[in-house]
């Protein structure tokens, strides 16, 4: 079957470092993307892992272990706008994701 | 470059009744995805298409189906509506099949009375 999990919520502070973990267990992988949503907006990409290792973009940084099913995303200086809905997704084929219930960042000053 | 759209922005229907959501792709992307996103879950997969076919298809019954057109716009039809379709119906283009980020359209807010 298939299955993501993350947290539910994470409160942080501003100026602060954060980690938002997710763990997978999907028939197909064709690559880890994480979303950011905005309540009442669309999903917008923040990183795309397809190898081991971390990819860093920004603020943003998100790391992959493919033998351990697991990826996170790292947020850093955390700004009052990041607070959102945080979204792991693994690709299973085609562009097919597969999505977690998300992660709701509240960021506090 | 035009980003994806979709429209109605919002709809509001009653049981049983039929909805058409429409879909227009970012320019060059030929693979639409359509998703629902239920309050406080993550888009679940309804259906993608691959120039005008459709290439994959999760876990929904029969009665939500699906076009896409030469343009690569694209439509999802839900016949015979129940309450829990009630919902934000979202759509994601890509360049490729594989491997690449979706963009979202903004989705349609769908509600069933």
């Known amino acids: 079957g298939q299955n993501i999990d993350q947290p539910t919520e994470m409160t942080a502070t501003e100026g602060a470092i954060v980690q938002i973990n997710c763990t997978y267990q999907?028939?197909?992988?064709?690559?880890l993307f994480w979303y950011q949503q905005h309540a009442g907006e669309a999903p917008t990409f923040l990183s795309y892992?397809?190898?081991?290792g971390l990819e860093e973009k920004g603020r943003f940084s998100s790391f992959l272990s493919r033998s351990k099913g697991y990826s996170y995303l790292l947020l850093k200086e955390l700004q009052m706008k990041d607070s959102a809905s945080y979204l792991c997704a693994v690709s299973e084929y085609g562009n097919k994701l597969v999505f977690g219930a998300g992660t709701i960042l509240r960021v506090k000053s | 470059e035009t980003g994806v759209t979709q429209s109605p922005t919002h709809l509001i229907k009653t049981r049983g009744q039929q909805v058409t959501l429409r879909c227009s792709s970012q320019s060059g992307h030929n693979t639409v995805s359509w998703y629902q996103q239920a309050l406080g879950q993550g888009p679940q997969f309804i259906f993608q298409?691959?120039?005008?076919?459709?290439?994959g298809r999760g876990n929904f019954p029969p009665r939500f189906s699906g076009l896409q057109f030469p343009n690569y716009s694209s439509e999802l039809n839900v016949n015979a509506l129940e309450l829990d379709d009630s919902a934000l119906y979202l759509c994601a283009s890509s360049p490729r099949l594989v491997g690449d980020e979706q963009f979202f359209g903004p989705g349609t807010r769908l509600t069933v009375l």
């Open positions: 892992n397809v190898l081991d």
């Open positions: 999907t028939s197909g992988f064709n690559g």
């Open positions: 298409y691959y120039r005008e076919e459709e290439n």
